[in-house]
Structure formats: structure tokens, C-alpha cells
């Protein structure tokens, strides 16, 4: 059974900084491209990340570029999101995802998803 556990959400100020993590457990990830994506109220869900495992690979929103960094951990079996110079606008609840497929996770049409983590970016 494939497990994608997010933490590490939480209230911040803007300008603040925030690092999210996902724990993935339940099959080899060495073959799957790992991405966050975030949803806001009222807004439908966006990508806004991802890493292929190998790490070779990163692709970022352009809201968030220059912002957000990716990152995976392989010992740990764990993917990072640094959040820097967090804005209100930022506010969602972020989702951790994995798929084999660039095309379809960029689309959000994704093979395994986490329960999500609340940011909340205070102004």
C-alpha cells in the first residue's frame, strides 16, 4: 500500500519561511517524479513543484520560482519543499504527489496523492 504522509505546515507571517515534508512508503520511488501541488479555498487544485526521485529533473510554478525549493532525500525516503518569502497568496493546503509520468502529473491527473498539510500565511 502506498503511503505519501505530508508535515510540517503551519501558520507563518508573510515574509517567513516554512519547510514541508513528505514521507512516502510502500513501493520503489526511484522511477517516479514527486510533486507538490496546493489548493486555496475556493480555487482548484495547482501544481507547484516537482523533482524526478533520480533528483536530476525539477520543475517549479512560476509563482514560486525563485521562492520554493524541491528537494528529496533518498536515505529517507522523504521529498522537501523550502518555502521562502511566504506571501498571504500562498495560503492552501498542500498536497504531496507522485506519478510516473511528467504529462500526467503536470496535469494533475496523478497515481498517488498525501492527505495534505495546512499553510497559512498570515499578513
Known amino acids: 500500500q502506498v503511503q505519501l504522509v505530508e508535515s510540517g505546515g503551519g501558520l507563518v507571517q508573510a515574509g517567513g519561511s516554512l519547510r514541508l515534508s513528505c514521507a512516502a512508503s510502500?513501493?520503489?520511488?526511484?522511477?517516479?517524479?514527486m510533486a507538490w501541488f496546493r489548493q486555496a479555498p475556493g480555487k482548484e487544485r495547482e501544481f507547484v513543484a516537482a523533482?524526478?526521485?533520480?533528483?536530476?529533473?525539477?520543475n517549479y510554478a512560476g509563482l514560486v520560482k525563485g521562492r520554493f525549493t524541491i528537494s528529496r532525500d533518498y536515505a529517507k525516503n522523504t521529498m522537501y519543499l523550502q518555502m521562502n518569502f511566504l506571501k498571504p497568496e500562498d495560503t492552501a493546503v498542500y498536497y504531496c504527489?507522485?506519478?510516473?509520468?511528467?504529462?500526467?502529473?503536470?496535469?494533475?491527473?496523478?497515481?498517488?496523492w498525501g492527505q495534505g498539510t495546512q499553510v497559512t500565511v498570515s499578513s
Open positions: 510502500g513501493r520503489t520511488f526511484s522511477r517516479y517524479i
Open positions: 504527489a507522485a506519478d510516473s509520468s511528467w504529462g500526467k502529473l503536470l496535469l494533475g491527473d496523478v497515481a498517488y
Open positions: 523533482i524526478e526521485w533520480s533528483g536530476s529533473t525539477s
